[in-house]
């Protein structure tokens, strides 16, 4: 017997929007947490701001600037800490939203619909990158009138390097929201794994100031270089590389972590269903 209607890129879009229209009711039912996660991270950074005043001499932290080439540390953090939101909403958005479904019992019934299942990865986390979006501006506007903000460079160009970053950071997420599938467990993944990343891609420090025997790790993550790009173009830090070449390993990093988050997604949840403990938890 052949179905109904077969499966169309017209109805993958209708569920996946579908999908984004689901979490962005559910988010909104509780509009405090956009107010929480907007004021959080500024309240999590006030004890640095404090601390680099106090080491610093006339207002520029002259140590730091030895290692980021601008004195400027709020804008640097500021910066770095609206890119780790962005971070954050891919690995909560697929890792945890699979564990949602899970324990609420979901998680079968939406396997079996036609539709890609990165499709509904990409779904889940779409609604927390417009969230984000939304609260990380927000917390720029706020945290500049508080701190100060100075943007010297151009705008526009700092995006160019954003776009393989985020791209390219869907194929950890995707690979991620495997492991959650197998270990049935993401509150403490993503708390580790979003940590760990973070602390190595510089989102608060100059990777530099690393010890040498982590240095390599750092300079191991393309997503170092996406916020090292970011700084550079808008307030004036010193590159790692050239931002030419920068650029260049963002690219490849896109294509590379795609391929192998895809890779490992699709060969994880084939022995997930082998197993018979897709909904699990």
Known sequence: MQPLCQPSLTSHARALVALIRKDWKQYWRYPLNAVSTMFQPLIWITPVYFMGLAFSANGKALGFAQYSGTSDFMSFILLGTVLE???????????????????????ESNWLTPIPRLFILVGHSVTNLVVTAITSTGM?????????????????????PIIPMM???????????????????????????????????????????????????????????????????????????????????????????????????????????????????
Request: net charge neutral; aromatic share 14%; charged share 10%.
């Open 167 to 281: 791209i390219g950071l869907y194929g950890f997420g995707f690979a991620f929201a495997a492991l959650v599938m197998i270990m049935r467990e993401a509150n403490m993944l993503v708390d580790i794994s979003s940590f760990l990343v973070q602390l190595f891609s510089g989102s608060n420090f100059p990777v530099n100031a690393l010890p040498r025997f982590l240095l390599p790790v750092a300079l191991a993550l393309p997503l170092t270089y996406g916020l090292d790009s970011v700084r550079a173009s808008l307030i004036g830090t010193t590159p790692l590389l050239p931002l030419n070449w920068e650029m260049v390993l963002l690219i490849l990093f896109m294509f590379v972590m795609l391929g192998i988050g895809t890779a490992a997604f699709r060969s994880l949840e084939r022995r997930v269903r082998m197993l018979g403990t897709l909904g699990q938890h």
């Open 85 to 107: 939101n962005f971070i954050n909403a891919v690995f909560w958005g697929m890792g945890f939203a699979l564990k949602n479904d899970m324990d609420s019992g979901v998680m």
């Open 140 to 160: 720029l506007l706020f945290g500049g009138l508080i701190f100060g903000f100075h943007v010297s460079g151009d705008v526009w160009s700092a995006f160019l």
